[in-house]
């Protein structure tokens, strides 16, 4: 069992920037893929951004150049830094892991961008 806890979700003024974190309860390198994701209301739940255990990284079109994933051994953290906010980046976001081919889910974090 692997517990996730987001945090550094709020509200942000458009243009502006958000950084998230996902701390994990086990050694990040046991994960074949970490990923954050987001669902809006009235939305299906959509993959942001993801990174394998090789460090290779995708975005969804929506967010390249704008959001940055990374990860934290020393922490065991996998972070999302999100900079040019936008009104529609307003979702919550979620992270997820896959170890052992079993996916495992935070509990999510707000996100809202609003002037």
């Known amino acids: 069992q692997v517990r996730l806890v987001e945090s550094g979700g709020g509200l942000a003024q458009p243009g502006g920037s958000l950084r998230l974190s996902c701390a994990a309860s086990?050694?990040?390198?046991?994960?074949?893929?970490m990923s954050w994701h987001r669902q809006a209301p009235g939305k299906q739940r959509e993959v942001v951004a993801d990174i394998s255990y090789r460090g290779l990284t995708n975005y969804a079109n929506s967010v390249k150049g704008r959001f940055t994933i990374s990860r934290d051994s020393a922490k065991n953290t996998v972070n999302l830094q999100m900079h040019s906010l936008k009104p529609e980046d307003t979702a919550i976001y979620y992270c997820?892991?896959?170890?052992?081919?079993?996916?495992?889910w935070g509990q999510g974090t707000q996100v809202t961008v609003s002037s």
């Open positions: 086990a050694n990040i390198f046991g994960f074949s893929l």
């Open positions: 997820k892991v896959r170890a052992s081919n079993l996916d495992y």
